[in-house]
């Protein structure tokens, strides 16, 4: 089969693959552009193939709701650099994909890469991406958060903190004010649980037993362990559960009795890279590197 010059120049842009490289996987695929990309990528020619075992811990939380406000989704989508986070193409896309778990109700990774735009996967516009700017880049998660009243949700430090709330109350300003606060106060403050209810009796027993170690190395008389650890408890649960938190903006209340009426269902809360290595940067051995190359 012939394959034209300007065949090859094409999927050696898309995927910065060598030429015989690029003119092979075209002979494979029969002169298919999209099964060709996929052959350079699966034998590990493409530039995106080569990258993908590079570590993308840093990039941004992205966020979007629905005209009816719903429904929200947050994701996050990694990069390997702060820089590539500032591209706009990069930020094009990371919205792009908010967007779509709202329209198509997309609840895994899986679900949005296997999604398409104008006949092309999101995992192939990713991957393509990858090969225009240089660096790995990786969806990493997401969540999508519906209600029969409405939701809210926020970014916090230009998207290093992603939050979104499910809320039962009226839709009205007043309690949609109340609703950006608390998704503020969550961003801030990083409670693990929306609820004292939620806290699993494995943890309640582990916490109990570390302050009662303590206690006793502290010398508390044994008769009064249990009314102090009373006390030592409802310090943890004011301390990592939401609803038991004092509002950030007045701490002489907590969150749920600055929610009043309103009642918050449910709650997530996206840290940029959190549980990821980071990579240890050295920029100077980099461009020296990059200068040598």
């Known amino acids: 089969m012939s394959i034209s010059a300007k065949l090859v120049?094409?999927?050696?842009?898309?995927?910065?693959?060598?030429?015989?490289?690029?003119?092979?996987?075209?002979?494979?695929?029969?002169?298919?552009?999209?099964?060709?990309?996929?052959?350079?990528?699966?034998?590990?020619m493409s530039k995106a193939a080569k990258k993908a075992g590079r570590i993308a811990a840093e990039g941004l939380i992205f966020n979007a709701i629905s005209a009816d406000e719903k429904t929200t989704a947050i994701v996050e989508l990694n990069s390997e650099t702060d820089f590539v986070a500032k591209n706009n193409e990069f930020k094009k896309f990371g919205k792009l994909l908010t967007e779509l778990v709202i329209q198509n109700k997309i609840d895994t990774v899986e679900e949005l890469k296997n999604s398409k735009v104008d006949g092309t996967t999101i995992e192939t516009k990713l991957n393509e991406l990858i090969a225009k700017i240089g660096e790995n880049m990786n969806i990493r998660r997401l969540a999508r958060v519906t209600s029969d009243d409405f939701v809210t949700t926020y970014l916090h430090l230009g998207g290093k903190i992603g939050v979104a709330l499910e809320l039962n109350g009226e839709s009205n300003e007043e309690n949609k004010a109340k609703a950006r606060d608390i998704a503020m106060h969550l961003a801030a403050m990083?409670?693990?649980?929306?609820?004292?209810?939620?806290?699993?009796?494995?943890?309640?027993?582990?916490?109990?037993?570390?302050?009662?170690?303590?206690?006793?190395?502290?010398?508390?008389?044994?008769?009064?362990?249990?009314?102090?650890?009373?006390?030592?408890?409802?310090?943890?649960?004011?301390?990592?559960?939401?609803?038991?938190?004092?509002?950030?903006?007045?701490?002489?209340?907590?969150?749920?009795?600055?929610?009043?009426?309103m009642k918050i269902i449910k709650m997530i809360r996206f840290k940029l890279g959190e549980g990821l290595e980071k990579r240890n940067e050295d920029f100077a051995a980099e461009v020296k590197s990059q200068i040598k190359s």
């Open 190 to 261: 990083a409670p693990d649980f929306l609820d004292k209810s939620d806290v699993t009796q494995d943890i309640l027993d582990k916490e109990r037993s570390i302050l009662k170690a303590q206690l006793v190395e502290q010398g508390k008389p044994e008769n009064i362990l249990d009314k102090i650890l009373i006390g030592k408890m409802n310090k943890f649960f004011e301390e990592n559960c939401l609803l038991q938190q004092k509002f950030v903006k007045d701490d002489k209340i907590t969150v749920e009795n600055f929610a009043g009426q």
């Open 9 to 44: 120049m094409e999927l050696r842009r898309k995927t910065d693959a060598g030429m015989m490289d690029c003119k092979k996987a075209l002979i494979e695929t029969k002169g298919d552009l999209k099964a060709a990309a996929k052959y350079l990528r699966e034998k590990g």
